[in-house]
Structure formats: structure tokens, C-alpha cells
């Protein structure tokens, strides 16, 4: 019997990942997984907010974590380049927009849960009969100009929202975690779970926060 005092599902997540250390997690878990007092109380603080009973609560708090501490490449661009860079977007997307509505072009998406199928279609492609089934299933359709929309709106509030390198002090790293965490733990739980952010960002960033700490930073 493993005398690993760490959740069980937590324990079968590093075995896994023991196994294939290629998985982009693996690096994340060893960093997380470990048998001191905080590591062991932040996953059963993590668990306790759990309703699954399989293993996904870890993966996907893992998961959340690397995201939150790998930088994107705009991160390394200068303010101006940023701003190049978001109008962009914004520009293609509506270019693209106006050309698919003013050709007839501007079709739906759907997501299908069928047999035969499975995943994303565009809801035009489909035969009367089952465009019929989907409309009275009441399956969601969206058109793709309003997903280009979307996508410029995500990619310029994103960008905006990157500190830049060198100006939010040497923690910059850390307090980006830190807010991209709280927002992934707001989402799931419905509580930011301060005190596990603060020992996740102290054993990846080598940081000495306080469950305080994560509070006061978040209030700001």
C-alpha cells in the first residue's frame, strides 16, 4: 500500500506521467508533485473542491498551470508592435467577415454528437433532414464572421492585457500565473482558492507568497 500521503488520483497522475516523461506536463508535475506538507495541502484543498471521481481534476489543474506559466510570443514585443499587431488582426477579421456576408459565404458552425458524426460541421453541408433534427434539437448555430469577431476580440483584450517585459518588476512572471490561475480556479470552483495559488506559484517560480499575498493582488 503506498504510504504516499498525497490524493490517490493525484498519485496515479504522476505514475502516468513517470511513464512518459515526453508528455508537455511532465516537466509542470515535478514541480507540483511532491510529497512535502504544502505540496500535500494544496492537492487535497484542490480535491475537496472536486466533484469528479476520476483523475481530469488533476490533469486539468496541471494543464492550467502550465499554460499559466509559459509566456506567448507576444509577451516579448515591444508595446508598439503589440498594437501593430492587434489592429492587424482586427483588420483581417473584418476584411474576412464582410467579404463571406457580401458573397453569401457567411455559413454556420455546429458541434454533432452523432454516430456517424462527431465534432464541428458547418451546418449548411448538411441535408434537409438532418439540418431538421439539429434545429429542433436545438443545437446551437454560430456564424463564422461572428467566431472571426471573437477571435479579434480575445486576441486584442489578450494582448492588451500582457504585461510587458521588464516594467511589472522582477515577479512579473509570477503575478501573471498567479491572475490566469485565479480566473481558471474562478471558472472551475467558483473561488479563486488563494492558498493553493500561492503554493503553486512559489514552487514554479520560487516565490514566498502568502495566501495574503494572493488576495491583496488579486483585489487590485
Do not use: C
Not at 7 to 28: G, H, M, W
Amino acid at each position: 500500500m503506498s504510504k504516499s500521503k498525497l490524493p490517490e488520483r493525484v498519485q496515479r497522475v504522476k505514475s502516468a506521467l513517470a511513464r512518459d516523461p515526453s508528455d508537455p506536463r511532465f516537466e509542470i508535475a515535478q514541480k507540483l508533485i511532491d510529497e512535502t506538507p504544502d505540496h500535500i495541502s494544496m492537492w487535497k484543498s484542490i480535491e475537496r473542491h472536486e466533484m469528479d471521481s476520476d483523475d481530469y481534476w488533476a490533469w486539468a489543474f496541471l494543464e492550467a498551470a502550465l499554460n499559466a506559466s509559459t509566456l506567448p510570443s507576444y509577451h516579448y514585443m515591444s508595446a508598439t508592435d503589440r498594437n501593430d499587431l492587434s489592429n492587424r488582426i482586427e483588420s483581417l477579421s473584418i476584411k474576412l467577415s464582410r467579404a463571406l456576408k457580401a458573397n453569401d459565404l457567411d455559413v454556420h458552425i455546429v458541434f454533432v454528437d452523432w454516430i456517424n458524426f462527431n465534432g464541428y460541421y458547418t451546418f449548411e453541408d448538411f441535408g434537409e433532414t438532418n439540418q431538421w433534427r439539429l434545429t429542433d434539437a436545438g443545437v446551437k448555430k454560430l456564424k463564422i464572421s461572428e467566431i472571426l469577431e471573437y477571435i479579434a476580440e480575445r486576441s486584442k483584450t489578450a494582448i492588451a492585457e500582457e504585461p510587458i517585459p521588464g516594467k511589472a518588476g522582477k515577479n512579473a512572471e509570477a503575478i501573471r500565473f498567479i491572475r490566469l490561475m485565479a480566473k481558471h480556479n474562478l471558472l472551475i470552483y467558483r473561488t479563486p482558492l488563494n492558498n493553493v495559488i500561492a503554493i503553486a506559484a512559489n514552487f514554479i517560480f520560487d516565490t514566498k507568497y502568502f495566501e495574503s499575498d494572493i488576495r491583496k493582488l488579486l483585489s487590485r
